[in-house]
């Protein structure tokens, strides 16, 4: 003989959020047990939560001054920390994020706008003309320093270094020079460029019927050039260009250079009326 006993105030078993009920593999919501049913009640929540299990939440909410750690990953009031920090998918910041420490991004940054740097800042604004890469008439203007630690690229051409190198000799095809660097340059061939660019008229006077002296002196020519010879000059005699194989000339003075003419092969001789003009290198 079986004796059963009943219990006046059952035990209520009901299912909520998460957690099903069954017995004996027939789900139910609510059910009342008052010793007189001997059979198998099964609470399941969905998803093994052993300590080696991978356990997933739907959302977690924490009150302020409570903090989640999940293997030294800590969630608390306002901050996140851990040693290493991953999100395999989007994380939307809806306020403020403050990074006290260096920020490592492997992929693309996208915001409306963005500020960078401390005591002195640059903020670049996503509207209208400083708009990335949109169109060839829009550009991104920075109001504070900009620092590149690699090489960057501009118009398929890498630019590797700013070089203050005055004397050149890298010859590198990825490298800006200084101002420094180009005045430096243009010195080594100032004396060049100057001499180069000489070239004054003056009028001759009568000495003799093959003579005529100039109130000139004739430009020294650098050492990296030929020296200033009368192939340096073009010389006419009312108007008549003389050959320069019927000519000598030579500095007899600081204020004199004489023309000498042969006659004899010119075939004819100066006198005092002739208007002779000279073209060149004159110094001045």
Do not use: C
Not at 23 to 48: M, R, Y
């Amino acid at each position: 003989m079986s004796i059963i006993f009943k219990i006046n105030n059952p035990l209520t078993l009901k299912s909520g959020t998460g957690v099903t009920l069954s017995e004996g593999n027939v789900g139910f919501t609510q059910k009342d047990f008052d010793g007189s049913n001997s059979a198998n009640v099964k609470l399941t929540i969905g998803q093994p939560v052993g300590t080696t299990d991978n356990v997933t939440f739907n959302s977690v909410s924490l009150t302020s001054g409570d903090s989640l750690n999940v293997g030294g990953f800590v969630i608390s009031d306002g901050s996140i920390s851990g040693s290493r920090v991953r999100f395999q998918q989007d994380l939307n910041i809806t306020e403020n994020l403050e990074v006290t420490n260096s920020l490592l991004v492997n992929g693309i940054i996208t915001s409306g706008s963005g500020t960078f740097g401390s005591t002195s800042k640059t903020t670049t604004h996503n509207t209208g003309s400083t708009r990335w890469g949109e169109s060839l008439t829009q550009k991104q203007f920075a109001t504070g320093s900009f620092e590149v630690s690699s090489s960057f690229f501009l118009n398929g051409y890498e630019i590797n270094e700013i070089s203050n190198d005055t004397d050149l000799t890298d010859e590198s095809v990825k490298s800006f020079v200084t101002e420094n660097v180009a005045k430096a340059h243009l010195a080594t061939i100032k004396p060049d460029r100057d001499y180069l660019r000489k070239s004054f008229v003056h009028t001759g006077s009568f000495t003799n019927s093959s003579t005529s002296s100039f109130n000139a002196i004739t430009a020294s020519a650098p050492t990296s050039l030929t020296s200033t010879s009368e192939n340096d000059f073009m010389f006419f005699i009312n108007g008549m260009l003389v050959e320069n194989d019927a000519l000598t000339i030579e500095q007899k003075s600081a204020t004199n250079l004489e023309l000498r003419l042969d006659t004899d092969s010119l075939g004819y001789i100066l006198e005092s009326s002739d208007e002779v003009i000279g073209f060149g290198k004159f110094n001045s």
